[in-house]
């Protein structure tokens, strides 16, 4: 089976950079990708990084290492409007539109 | 475009009873996957759906079960009601293939509430 490791809670100020880490472990990895959801919202997709490195999407980046089974979003310049869950989520080496989820990560940004 | 809508957005049931839940996915996506989520197991994959056909499927009770019609429009059900069905019920659709890149774009989710 699949599992994905991330802390369940970040605190952080309002201008602040934040790094959340996900660690996964799973058989036919293909790529990890970070969602982010509201409070009583839908998941809306962030990034997604099929190869090792850094992709950087405005004030989001997210880094994977394969080897490292290991990846981390991170959020620079923290706006309140950031405080939301935010889950990372691994897609296997198959031919469907599955992903595995972690529980998700919990930012609150403080003034 | 429209994203994707699901109906209804709220339902409370009784124990015992049955339910359908409906989603429309982007227009163009053919690929339809179903997720449950409470607060104490995260977002759980239930099944996945493409071109009318079952692809993939989670670890739940052939309680839940789901379809999709030939416009993609997808379909889940669950019969035998338990407490423990009590969840928000996410649908994402993703573009054609569905392969293993493709962004999912989910749905409000439909909130069942079982007594």
């Known amino acids: 089976g699949q599992s994905l490791e991330q802390p369940s809670e970040v605190t952080a100020v309002e201008g602040a950079i934040v790094q959340i880490n996900c660690t996964y472990q799973t058989s036919g990895f293909y790529g990890l990708s970070w969602y982010q959801q509201h409070d009583g919202g839908a998941p809306t997709f962030l990034s997604y990084n099929g190869l090792d490195g850094l992709e950087e999407t405005g004030r989001f980046s997210s880094f994977l290492s394969r080897s490292d089974s290991y990846g981390y979003l991170l959020l620079q310049e923290l706006q309140m409007k950031d405080s939301a869950s935010y889950f990372c989520?691994?897609?296997?080496?198959?031919?469907?539109?599955?992903?595995?989820f972690g529980d998700g990560t919990t930012l609150t940004v403080k003034p | 475009k429209a994203g994707v809508t699901q109906t209804p957005r709220y339902l409370i049931k009784t124990r015992g009873q049955q339910v359908t839940l409906s989603c429309s996915p982007i227009s163009g996506h053919r690929s339809v996957s179903w997720y449950q989520q409470t607060p104490g197991q995260g977002l759980q994959f239930l099944f996945e759906y493409f071109s009318e056909t079952q692809r993939n499927k989670g670890n739940f009770p052939g309680r839940f079960s789901g379809r999709q019609f030939s416009n993609s429009r997808s379909e889940m059900n669950v019969s035998t009601l338990e407490l423990g069905d009590s969840a928000l019920y996410l649908c994402a659709s993703s573009v054609l293939a569905g392969g293993p890149a493709d962004t999912q774009y989910f749905g409000p989710g439909t909130r069942l509430t079982v007594l």
């Open positions: 989520a691994v897609s296997l080496n198959t031919n469907a539109g599955k992903s595995t």
